[in-house]
């Protein structure tokens, strides 16, 4: 492995300068682009590995017995060695590649031995993702949906948590990092609270990976879950992690190639994990371009990049407080760089269209978590997600084009 050199200053021109895409102007002004939460761009180190796989080594993986399937292989089992050091998971063999975050909590929801009456305790700002494959194991075998409160920041109260779980409960499956209130889950806390109880934990970690460093093994966690497009990597892969004891007892999700071990007229037999999980040709050029974002995120100074994005959050909450007709939601200490709100008086949609019109990318809507919605009383908000390339002058042109919006709408 050639170790990335490590950069010990932050300098945001010189992260801007590797990806390409903050080049371009939208309706002929320079992009801003804090829909990073939804999204984040790539650098040209992703763009390359992609790039470069397709013009000098590619082939399908693992079956091959010449040159260019043996060198693809080497590349995609080593981009899966990337990413357990990446999360510090024990061994490679515990990281299943898929193809979304979406797709990995899906797998371990599809493999759960559910009971009609066994219960899967979730919280109220999980993203859909992380709610939907639960209900479908209420809908299909009769599993009882638990749900903790959190306060107004998104904070859970480890109590609240404690008196949900009983002797039914099959799992506890939490947000490591809420994509709307951008709020960090104190997940070891709730992780020694549930294993207490014999129950194991997944948490969702598709924000978390992007703002601050996970350590799967520190936590203790049972499962966990991200996908590569938020973290600077392509769409079309995400990454389950389990504890070897774990996966082993979960079985296949999908059947196909590469997931067996003999196939007869009358019988089956699987691969072990992460294989098991792997039906079909895996997102070969995908792996390899997560491979070059996790080594491009990790050869920056992350504490800068930390820093950064904490000083234009600040500022952007500083702002909006300092303005009587907006709400914010979600204050809680320990939150990353996403900043949900409210305009009174405007849909959040109205917003965005305004704020696009003047070059500044922003989301509105539910953001996939309607039930977070619900529990703030609100039908949608508007959100600005940042990113290690944002400029801290971008938080300066998002609220001016914010009092433009406001003026226009009211
Ligand atoms: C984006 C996101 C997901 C879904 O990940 P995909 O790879 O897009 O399917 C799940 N949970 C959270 C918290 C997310 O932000």
Redesign the pocket.
């Known amino acids: 492995m050639n170790a990335p050199l490590i950069k010990r200053s932050f300098d945001v021109e010189a992260v801007r300068a590797q990806f390409p895409i903050l080049e371009r102007t939208v309706h002929g002004r320079p992009l801003v682009y804090l829909d990073n ?3 984040a761009q790539k650098p040209e180190a992703v763009i390359e590995a992609m790039a470069g796989a397709m013009r000098g080594a590619y082939a399908n993986v693992h079956r091959g017995l010449h040159a260019l399937a043996n060198e693809t292989t080497d590349a995609f089992e080593g981009a899966r060695s990337t990413v357990a050091r990446f999360i510090n998971a024990p061994s490679p063999q515990t990281i299943v590649f898929t193809k ?4 990995a ?1 899906n797998i371990v929801a599809a493999g759960l031995d559910i009971q009609p009456g066994d219960e899967i305790v979730l919280s109220v700002m ?5 709610i939907v494959p639960w209900h479908f194991l209420r809908e299909r075998k009769g599993a009882v949906l638990k749900w903790v409160d959190i306060d107004d920041d998104g904070v859970i109260d480890p109590g609240a948590l404690d008196d949900l779980m009983g002797p039914r409960t099959k799992l506890v499956t939490l ?1 490591h ?3 709307v209130l951008g709020v960090k889950t104190r997940a070891d806390e709730l992780i020694r609270l549930a294993h207490g109880k014999g129950v194991p934990v997944l948490l ?1 970690g ?2 978390r990976v992007v703002h601050g460093h996970v350590d799967v093994q520190a936590l203790d966690v049972d499962f966990y ?1 991200f ?4 973290i600077y990597g392509p ?1 079309g892969i ?1 990454i389950l992690y389990g504890k070897p004891e774990r996966l082993a007892a979960l079985p296949p999700f999908e059947g196909g190639g590469e997931m067996i071990d003999i196939v007869e007229r009358e019988r089956v037999t699987y691969n072990e994990p992460p294989h098991r999980f792997e039906a079909g040709t895996p997102p070969i050029l995908e792996a390899i371009g997560l491979k070059a974002a996790i080594d491009w995120f990790t050869g920056q100074d992350r504490g800068a990049i930390e820093a950064h994005e904490a000083a234009i959050r600040d500022r952007a909450m500083a702002a909006l407080r300092g303005l009587n007709w907006v709400t914010l939601h979600g204050q809680a200490a320990d939150k990353g760089a996403i900043v949900a709100f409210s305009v009174e008086g405007a849909h959040p949609h109205d917003i965005a269209q305004i704020l696009d019109r003047q070059g500044v990318a922003v989301r509105a809507g539910h953001h ?1 978590a309607q039930p977070l919605m619900q529990r703030l009383g609100v039908t949608a908000t508007a959100r600005a997600s940042f990113a290690c390339y944002n400029r801290i002058e971008e938080v300066d042109v998002f609220i001016e084009a914010l009092h433009k919006a406001r003026k226009l709408l009211s």
């Open positions: 939460a939804a999204s979304s975050g979406t797709h909590i999980e993203h859909h993702s992380n947000s990092m809420s994509n969702d598709c924000q879950a996908t590569g497009h938020k769409t995400g996939c």
